[in-house]
Each structure stands twice: as C-alpha cells, then as structure tokens.
C-alpha cells in the first residue's frame, strides 16, 4: 500500500496546527465518494453566479452556508459512510495525537453550490464548539479536524483558507488563538490577512488544522460550481473535554450501513467496544446481530471463545 503521508507530514502539523496534504485519497476513492455525494444530495450543479455580499459588508457565519450538511451515515454505499474512517486517516490521528485509541466525534458530508450561500467566513477557530473551554497548551490532547477534497478545491471553487500558528502566535501574541473570542481582537480579520494561505487543491487532497488554529471558509465563484467535502475530527478516546456528535442520538439514520461494512478497528473510533472486551458476551453479541443483521460478529464471539478457552 502506497504511503499517504510521511513524518515530516506530522511535524509540519506539530509545528505550524495546520497542512494540506495532496492526493491522500485515490482517484478511485474520490469517484465512489462523489458519486455517493450525487446519491445523497440530489443535486451536482450551482447557479450560474456566486451569491456575493453588498458592497461594504463583511464575511459572517449564515445559516444558508449549513443548509447541505448532515452527519453520517447516510443511505448510500460504504465509500462515503466509511472514509472518515479510511485507515490511513486514522493512521494520522493516531500518529498526531500520539495514542492507538482515537475516536471519531465529528464526521459530516458538506455539498456547496455557487450561488446557494455566500460561503465567505470571518477567520475563526473551531474550539468554540469543540469544547466548552479553550484548546489544552498541550496538543495532544487537543483535536484534529480534517477537512477532506472529493472535488477540486481550486480558487473558484471555495477552499478553505488558515493561518498558520507561528504566524498568528507573531500578530496576535502567543496562545491568542487560544484566546478565540473575536471581540477580544476587533480587527482579527485585517490582522491576519497578510498571512492568509489557501489551501487550494485537488480532489482527494485533505486539509488537516488544530481547533486553535485560525481558517474561513470561502465562497464558491465558479459558475454552476460545486464543492464535496468530508469533515472527520478525532480526539483522543475517552477525553471528555472534546465532543460534537452523540453517534446514538441519530437512531434512525442508517447505522447498518456502517455496522455491515466497518472493521472492529473501525468500529472502535465510534465508541463500539473492541473484540475481547468484558462488554462483549455471549447475550450481548446476539442482541447486536438483531439489531444489526449485516454485522460480523465473527471476530467479537472468537475473542469471547478465546477468553473462555
Ligand atoms: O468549509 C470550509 O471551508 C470551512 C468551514 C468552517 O471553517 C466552519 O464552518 O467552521
Ligand atoms: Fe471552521
């Protein structure tokens, strides 16, 4: 298997909270997830003009921009339900947060249409509504949030925008991202502006960045444009400090889906306990296979077999 990303790919993220790195994903791979995009929105093209904001007025968060966001899973095939769970992403969690046991608390599919919002977004950290506190000063035990391409992300077509952290650190003062709140630096948006990068790329490619880190959504200008992505947020398991979706609130969505087609690895970064653990008996293995009849629960009545024997 082709490697997807290198040490100095996790450096850079240790060092600057934020990075693109292109083609992650094989074109293979983005065409079953974009097709599944076209199965569960319905909808590929925009409006022939960008929705743009008057004249004088600035960038703001709007609820237009969230109308075509949902979480998984969806009723599509497993490329969309699965790949904020692909190996090698949480091979990177893993190697950023610097633990084996990672879990999944965010993983949304977000389609954008020229002409549908005026995407453009204030700089802002995503702590806000990440944690009720403030990012840890140790990183760690903090997030990371990936934004990943299913199209190109090129300028016309809204990719998002960031500040590294040592540029911000220098403008701002040291752990003023930390700091957030916008109205504790009026004019955040002028500050940062020189610094500003994009992460402008192919389909496939992945933007990985820190919930302190400093980044805007942008508009899509391309006429009859559209933008697919996938946003897959680890933390470290069991850190309670971090959070975003509650998996079981969405009772009704199509968790067979992922139970059919997950690895217990998988599985696992959903809060699914592993094969082996005391959770799993003979009773409570039976009752998952009713509730999820596509599930394998090979690999978990084994582990209880091993423990008994
Ligand atoms: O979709 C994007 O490019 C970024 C959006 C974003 O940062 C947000 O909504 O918090
Ligand atoms: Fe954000």
Known sequence: ??????????????????????????????????????EVFGQETGADQALQRAPGGS?????????????????????????????????????RLETDDVHLYQCQAWAKYTGAADYEQPFHCDFLNHTLTVPDDDDRQNSVTIICYFTDATEALGPTHYVVRPDSDRVLGQGAASA?????????????????????????SIFAYGIDVYHRGS???????????????????????????AWPVSLTKPWGRIFEHATPDQLACLGVPRPGHPFWTATTIARNQARHPGWDAAPYREALERRAG
Not at 227 to 238: E, H, S
């Open 1 to 38: 298997m082709r490697e997807r990303y290198t040490t100095e790919h996790v450096e850079a993220w240790r060092r600057d909270g934020a990075l693109v790195i292109p083609r992650f994903f094989d074109a293979d791979e983005v065409a079953a997830v974009a097709a599944d995009f076209r």
């Open 180 to 204: 957030g709140d916008r109205p504790a630096v009026a004019d955040l948006d002028t500050l940062l502006a020189p610094f500003d990068r994009s992460t402008a790329a192919p389909a496939g």
């Open 219 to 245: 508009n899509l200008t391309a006429p009859r444009g559209h933008r697919y992505t996938v946003t897959a947020c680890f933390k470290r398991a069991g850190d309670e400090a971090i959070g975003f979706t």
């Open 59 to 95: 960038a703001s968060f709007s609820p237009a921009q969230f109308k075509t966001i949902d979480s998984i899973p969806f009723a599509c095939s497993s490329a969309l339900n699965l790949i904020g769970l692909h190996p090698a992403l949480v091979a990177f969690a893993r190697a």
